[in-house]
């Protein structure tokens, strides 16, 4: 499927229309506790992002003056609390839906947003060293080739900014339902595009075409684009057999572009 893409944008759409989690934006009184200091921002399922790894643009629970993008980061939960912290926020996006939330969380609390819908598997719209903070929670998993994505962070990336992502390292696809008893059902690379029994699966239950990807794709791939990396964790799903057994699924990445000597 040339544009898989398009395909996992429509149904993403029809996740956020079905209330899926993470396109449920944050409550009014959210936004103003993150006003006054009291704010949290995850990349992955469960563990909120240290605050720390926000330095240098962090100043006194400020972001004033940043250039944050919220890489395919719509659904309204994260860059309204960076608007609230003072950051000048851009927000790309595939999903319409996605980016529908944003909208009616900037009008809501009256703050500005650069909103784009784009396709982060092709160019991005933006030119060299355009930001000082790249926010990218787990996302790619819906692309096949995640070392173009590294590649453009690294070029839009301003010299001495951070890439903040979070990524999968695999294991959800190798079963088929995150349920007791667990059975490894599948190979990896699960990839639906290579793979006809994950093409199979996915066209079955009417899901958004998604990619496993390693360890050596997720946190190499960034050391291969250009970036020092300098913090990571790990976290799990929020429900189901694997995070009970707190089985690691995911992992946060800090990253930094040096600025050139």
């Known amino acids: 499927m040339d544009n898989y893409t398009d395909y996992n944008s429509k149904i993403i759409d029809k996740w956020v229309e079905m209330g899926w989690e993470w396109g449920i934006?944050?409550?009014q009184d959210a936004f103003e506790a993150a006003k006054h200091g009291q704010w949290?921002?995850?990349?992955t399922p469960n563990r909120?992002?240290?605050?720390?790894?926000?330095?240098?643009?962090l100043r006194n629970s400020r972001l004033d003056g940043s250039r944050l993008l919220g890489l395919a980061c719509g659904g309204g939960q994260q860059m309204p609390v960076f608007a609230a912290l003072g950051a000048e926020c851009t927000v790309l996006d595939y999903s319409e839906k996605m980016l529908d939330a944003e909208r009616m969380v900037s009008e809501r609390e009256s703050y500005p947003i650069n909103i784009i819908k784009a396709d982060m598997s092709k160019p991005l719209p933006f030119?060299?060293?355009s930001f000082d903070i790249i926010f990218h929670p787990v996302s790619n998993v819906?692309?096949?080739?995640?070392q173009h994505i590294w590649d453009e962070c690294y070029r839009i990336l301003k010299p001495g900014g951070i890439l903040l992502a979070g990524c999968d390292n695999?294991?959800?696809?190798?079963?088929?339902?995150d349920m007791e008893p667990l059975k490894i059902e599948y190979t990896l690379p699960f990839n639906p595009l290579r793979n006809p029994e994950h093409r199979k699966l996915i066209e079955s239950m009417g899901d958004a075409y998604q990619f496993s990807h390693?360890?050596?794709?997720?946190?190499?791939?960034?050391?291969?684009?250009?970036?020092?990396?300098?913090d990571l964790f790990d976290d799990t799903n929020n429900t189901g057999?694997?995070?009970?057994?707190?089985?690691p699924t995911f992992v946060a990445t800090r990253a930094v572009k040096d600025a050139a000597k």
């Open 241 to 247: 057999a694997l995070c009970k057994y707190n089985v």
């Open 214 to 230: 390693t360890y050596e794709e997720q946190v190499g791939g960034q050391l291969k684009a250009g970036f020092r990396l300098t």
């Open 48 to 57: 909120p992002v240290p605050h720390k790894w926000f330095a240098p643009f």
């Open 127 to 129: 030119r060299e060293n």
């Open 142 to 146: 819906y692309v096949e080739n995640v």
């Open 170 to 177: 695999g294991f959800n696809f190798l079963i088929e339902n």
């Open 25 to 27: 934006p944050i409550s």
């Open 40 to 43: 949290d921002v995850l990349l």
